[in-house]
């Protein structure tokens, strides 16, 4: 010890490492390019000083070794053992210790370094995006570009990004593609990424360094294939390490490679061995000590209880002497083994259950087995008492002795032990034939058989008891059945057949099965049939079950209509004077109720039958299909449904609501939360798939306060425009709104509409006023003044088409000078073809009506016409 200690202080004097730094070491500060061995400070090896690579994991390391290129340390695992681990690290990364091994903790100027040493561009930002972009420019980090929505228009947009990215444009929005392999920068330890990493993609946005592992690096050689170690300085292969890249360099490799033997005080020998007293000066011929191939080089077997002068009496109350065992040591101490040597016994109660005719010792659980555990054939006597025998208890008359069976202790005791050891003798249950004759037994006529009269005598009324027991054990057939088990019974005439059951027609020839009869036992069905339930007769036509007669029972087996009705059916309610078909049905002629009053559930489909949709009915012109409405039969006819059916109105696909005065004279910042069209007092049908854009557009930049707000149904969310421009509402499929409501902003009072104009059309072109607040006063009773409120649903003036000019002969294509579309209560001017002239001046649009209907253009005076 001595000669290692002094070698051990001039290596430190040589490589000038004080205890000082030492403890920078462990402190992660500037640090010796050194393995330092089994936690002694001031071993080392000589080489130029590095910095450690930064992080927490100093906090969960000990030893670190680090060349610039590989760490290595031992790591705290998660059940607190200590275990080596490498890593390799690039220029400033920064590492954690995760469940026990090195992790990323960051990157820095790193990855920027192997981006372009691998020359990954980074001066663009890759993807797709760019198709669909314009003015893009790029500074550090910040991409400002504009890009193209689904619906054609450009939004600004400005983001961050990093430069392995790869970026696509979903309707106005940037988002992540998958990253390219390239974006690990490193791969975890022992693996290195493939040559062509940049056109190798990761499965997410953001690369992860384990399960995209396989997809990105390729593995690195181990360190066991390095052939040139100097031996001559212990140095061998490391087993657990890794060479640089995909192949490993004899020369460049051994740095990091080749590293000293381990020591054997490092080896966990195996059972029966522990370490030699200088196991610490013992090297293995490998980086590691293996417990099967280095147990000799390293371990000593341990010495044998059994050569200590000791015995059970020198053990503790509870435990024994374990020969068996092995002392602490190569050498058994006779001081310090004996606790050792001394283990725990099995106690009695514990390890050993006494075996039939034997009992537990009281107190057996301070009795003890003198082994780890109990063994029945040694310790019975010691756990256990003989039971006593249940022969010495006289039974008496009735009761059997019962062999082979004990007493609850080592003495009987009559009152305890005597339903133990002796069971009633032999039942007449017993008995195979459990029959009785079809007779009576007579008094004897001289016929006896030992004492017993066995003529028999013509008779009913005779059931077998098999409680009652014979009168030797085994019972005799041919006595104890005839005398003993037959008993007489009651007749069936005895027993009321309860509600829901008659007497049987053969009721006079039957008897009971045990004795007095019992309603409660088969009994009931020896002498009673099962009534027939009202519920098993048809009530027929007009008639319905009577509720009340649930416990009601025909007098017979079955129900008759002609006998029965009254007692179980009551008159069933008519459909059409007591039940109302509900929405969608029609009733049927001549029906009735399934009850004693119709329930609007159970008797739909009886009472009424589905109704043909309005949609079956062409509207005329300027009407349109009334809302979830149904013919009043189950076909339509038009002279009787048309009016039902239809209403005044006009089905658009386009509305445009223009603000022309806000509450604020004077001001043009308009706002507004919430829109919503009704037909019919209901949202209008994929509403909810409505599109809302504006055009001209003045919004605000951010792209918070856009049209779409609209159609959200969320107070919190608004639209807003600082040149009052008019927003534009796209329903999927052309629909008439007979009303509409706004919901007001979430803030500024002042910005809110008092006079607009709704507008409608179906193509987008030809445009028509659905209504209109013209006069100030008007606006500001309609708009609440408290904010995310709405307005009350507001109605529409149903405008017009003009008349259908397939029907008017000599009429112009549009029908009307003013358009195809006349807004209510305004007029139209008929238009005919050059030569003839119409024989009306004017055509009013009255809420959805023409006034006239239509018109004639008659031919003018000397054009020819017929």
Known sequence: MFRRCLVLAIIALKCRVTLEQYFDISRGQSVPREKVYKEVPGIAQPGAEVVLPGGAWTNDAQDAFFDGSRLCARL?????SWRKQCTHVIADQTLKVVDGNFELDGAGEALFQEYTRISYPTDTVPGSWAESARNSRLSGSVLETELQKEDGTWVQTVTSVLFWHFLENIDGTLYIERAPCASLGVCVYSYVLKLDAKDIFCTKAVCDPLGDRDTCCDRVEPCTLITTCDRTQSLVPDLNGWCRDRYCDQILDQDICCVPAAFCDGLQCVTGYVQK?????IQCPNSVCFPDGDRDLCCEQQGSCSLLPYTHEDCDVGEYFNSADLCAQ?????????????????????????SHGFLAKPGNENIYCLAAECDIDVHLMVCCDAAAPCSDITCGHGYYQLSDTYCSGTSCNLTLDFDHCCPVSEGCASLADNSCPYGVLSRCDGQVLEGKCIKLQPAIGYWFDFDERCTRDPCEDSVDRLHVCCKQADPCTSLTCPNGYIYKS???ALTCQFGECNVTTNDLFRCCDTAAHCDTLSCGHGF????????TYCPATTCDINR??????EPAPLCATAYACPHGFTAWPDTYCDGITCDVDRDRDRCCRPAMPCSALTCPLNYVLRYDTYCQGTTCIESRDLFWCCERGMALSYYRFLPLELRQSGSTVVQMSDFFLYNQQVLVDGYDSAVFYCDPCDTPVNLREEPYNLGDNNGETKWLDYSSNAFFVRLPVAQPAFSYSFVTGNDEPQRDPVRWQLWGSPNNIDWVILHEVKDRTTGLSIVPLDRKTTTGQIQVDVPCYSPTGSYIDNSANITCQEGDLIQHGSNCTPACLPGFTADVDQITCLDGELSP??????????????
Do not use: H, S, W
Request: hydrophobic content about 30%.
């Open 76 to 80: 705290r695992q998660p059940d607190a």
């Open 277 to 281: 007293p200088n196991a610490y000066d």
């Open 330 to 354: 190569r050498v058994c101490n006779n001081v310090t083994d004996l606790e050792k040597c001394c283990q725990r016994a099995m106690p009695c109660d514990i390890g050993l259950n006494c």
């Open 506 to 508: 053969n009721i006079g």
């Open 544 to 551: 319905t079950p009577d509720p009340l007669a649930f416990d």
């Open 564 to 569: 029965d009705r009254d007692l179980c059916c």
């Open 853 to 866: 209907i239509t018109f004639a253009c008659d031919a003018d005076a000397g054009n020819g016409t017929v």
